[in-house]
């Protein structure tokens, strides 16, 4: 076990303030999944042993709604000039450590997550993450002309290790710049120091007064059987994940997604990297491969539908 002096070497090796900072921020409605404490600790540790320039910070927090917890991570980040990044990381996600894909899909080892989103010099930059529901919908999607997100399910660039520009993607695993929160502060008339952040994530349609909203829940509802109250904001999103099975496709009713919107209206871009797996833990864990192989399955049965 570490004593006294090696827990404050520690504690001053991922918080010195003369150097660039990278906040770790986990959104929480209690208390995060153990592997995802885990997964946190050990990239944290291999990314403090990289020679890359910047130290770490870590904050969690604890509310009902994740524009809350969201909002409150970048009063963090606008509070302290030495963050330069932030990388959400959603309390149920577990992902490899030490390990990733190349273009030809082999394994890299020495592999870090976070050194990699960093690598990639974007604005927005997330890991490919999925659905929790059996249909295994992709996270990443683009906007289309009547305002909706339709989900990317091109084999050809989900089975790629190679970054690609969305529109709109999961923030399972996301790094974020600093410009981003203050360009979309700035766009929103937020007042940093004096008004919540939250706004920033909130979904850009209305559940309760959007008409097409209203219809897909109903759809979902009756398919389902969910039941769900106007302020279970938990349910609600269990109830995305079932239109997003459904229709492959969703209204702007997700955190994420309002935020990729407004950071896009300030010209700011948003990539997604799967270079690496970054899956849900729980029942539904699902990841790249899964989905290959789900789409791979009704290809080829729909080829041979079409043959008979």
């Not at 999925?130 to 002309?145: A, H, K, L, M």
């Amino acid at each position: 076990m570490a004593g006294p002096k090696q827990r404050r070497g520690l504690v001053k090796r991922f918080t010195r303030p003369q150097q660039k900072c990278i906040l770790i921020g986990v959104g929480m409605y209690r208390y995060p999944d153990p592997e995802t404490v885990n997964k946190i600790i050990g990239t944290m540790y291999h990314f403090a042993a990289l020679d890359t320039g910047y130290v770490l910070d870590y904050k969690s927090v604890t509310a009902c709604a994740i524009p809350d917890t969201r909002g409150k991570m970048v009063d963090h980040v606008l509070s302290d000039p030495t963050i330069s990044h932030a990388l959400f990381i959603d309390d149920d996600m577990n992902w490899p450590l030490g390990e990733g894909f190349s273009g030809d899909g082999s394994k890299l080892k020495g592999f870090n997550p976070l050194e990699r989103l960093l690598m990639r010099d974007k604005d927005v930059v997330g890991a490919l993450c999925f659905s929790r529901d059996p249909g295994v919908t992709p996270y990443v999607g683009r906007e289309t002309p009547d305002g909706m997100c339709e989900f990317i399910q091109d084999p050809a660039i989900i089975g790629s290790a190679e970054p690609f520009q969305v529109d709109f993607i999961g923030f399972g695993m996301v790094l974020i710049k600093r410009k981003v929160f203050e360009r979309v502060a700035l766009s929103m008339g937020l007042n940093p120091g004096h008004d919540s952040m939250a706004p920033m994530f909130r979904g850009t349609s209305n559940w309760r007064h959007d008409a097409r909203a209203r219809e897909e829940f109903a759809r979902a509802l009756a398919q389902y059987n969910v039941e769900i109250g106007l302020g279970d904001v938990m349910a609600k999103e269990r109830l995305c994940d079932s239109i997003d099975s459904i229709q492959g496709r969703t209204t702007m009713l997700l955190d994420d997604f309002g935020f990729c919107r407004r950071a896009r209206q300030v010209e700011c871009e948003v990539w997604c990297d799967p270079s690496f797996d970054c899956v849900h833990i729980g029942r539904y864990s699902y990841g790249r491969m899964d989905w290959l192989a789900r789409h791979r399955v009704l290809s080829e049965a729909a080829e041979e539908q079409a043959a008979n």
